[in-house]
């Protein structure tokens, strides 16, 4: 069985009435809109995957446009998205929006889209999307991590786009714009203590956990004895860095297999859940023929994974991290059992 824990649904609908409120001259209704099943299902089909776990595209959340539009849409998307799982035959489930620029009605919407069926809701680490918001630390998202931890709500970490000037050129508000917010998140919920404050915290960072794995030694010593006359460390916190980092969960949304093995060797593979974002950007053409988020290659082509490791990566992770009952998943899923 597999699960892709990653995968975005797009509801152009609710994204229409967002630009709308932005550039129109009319200001509609935020409405339940139609999202792109039939392209999740034909691809699911195609690649053997028996359920996809959907969430908003995070650069349509308009979480840097004021708090009506922000409330608007994220309760018009996660009717969206309740409808399209009700409807999915057993193939979909969601993880909730939430309008990060005012936080009680997060919470609130946090809470309804639970009622709704939600398995978990997504956490926007940079709000302004110019490296202005609230770090991950600070106090503005403690109702939040209060809610999540109180009702057992999973919190999916996917950074928006990039709106600094720098980056509007080659695609790199999205490239940097989650690269960077995924590192800044990680470093600054462990560096802040957060996990002290927050034990309970279910926390999957999107896309490997940025540039973290690869460049872990060096966030790692600040958290380490300094050699240097002997002192403590540069950042003291409970444990180290890494033992901390393994706390966390991160989805296979790499497109490499080089860099998902680098994940695995320094999280664990009991820390990884399969993902693709698929369809989406990695839709583009391999050497081999193959799309770049047909990230099932990579996980198979790791010759040091045992079969064990390898099925909870694709399923029995994300089925514990969402508690997904897997009896319960799409027709195909059941018999493939």
């Known amino acids: 069985m597999i699960i892709d824990a990653h995968t975005h649904y797009h509801a152009s609908g609710v994204l229409a009435s967002v ?4 550039y129109g001259h009319t200001y509609g209704e935020f409405k339940t809109a139609k999202g792109d099943d039939d392209a999740h299902f034909r691809l ?12 908003q595209p995070p650069f349509t959340q308009a979480h840097d446009q004021t708090p009506h539009i922000g409330i608007g849409q994220a309760k018009a998307f996660n009717d969206s ?13 969601f993880v909730g929006s939430m ?7 997060s919470v609130k919407e946090m809470e309804r889209a639970k009622s709704l069926g939600a398995v978990g809701s997504m956490l926007n680490v940079d709000i302004s999307r110019r490296g202005t918001g609230p770090m991950p630390d600070e106090e503005y998202w403690y109702p939040i991590y209060e809610a999540a931890s109180k009702h057992d709500i999973p919190l999916f970490v996917h950074p928006g786009s990039s709106a600094m000037p720098r980056h509007s050129k080659y695609s790199l508000a999205l490239h940097l714009g989650f690269l960077f917010g995924e590192t800044e998140f990680i470093a600054g919920f462990i560096y802040g203590k957060v996990f002290e404050k927050f034990p309970n915290l279910k926390i999957l960072v999107s896309h490997g956990g940025g540039a973290i794995p690869y460049q872990v030694g060096r966030f790692q010593a600040s958290t380490c004895p ?8 540069r950042i003291p916190i409970e444990g180290d860095f890494i033992s901390n980092l393994r706390k966390m969960y991160f989805d296979t949304c790499m497109y490499s297999q080089e860099g998902i093995e680098c994940l695995i060797k320094v999280v664990g593979p009991s820390q990884v859940l399969f993902g693709t974002e698929c369809p989406g950007m990695g839709m583009a053409k391999r050497p081999d023929g193959r799309s770049y988020d047909n990230v099932e290659d990579y996980v198979r082509g790791i ?7 390898r099925q909870d990566i694709f399923c029995n992770n994300a089925a ?5 009952d897997t009896a319960k998943v799409g027709k195909a899923a059941v018999a493939a059992q």
């Open 81 to 93: 998205m309740a409808k399209g799982v009700a409807d999915s035959n057993g193939r979909f489930r």
């Open 320 to 324: 514990k991290f969402f508690k997904i």
């Open 303 to 309: 010759d040091w994974l045992t079969e064990q490791q």
């Open 44 to 55: 699911m089909e195609e690649r053997g995957y028996d359920m996809q776990i959907i969430s």
């Open 99 to 105: 309008p990060l620029q005012d936080i009680p009605a």
């Open 226 to 233: 300094d050699l240097k006359g002997n002192k403590g460390p």
């Open 19 to 22: 630009f709308g409120h932005l």
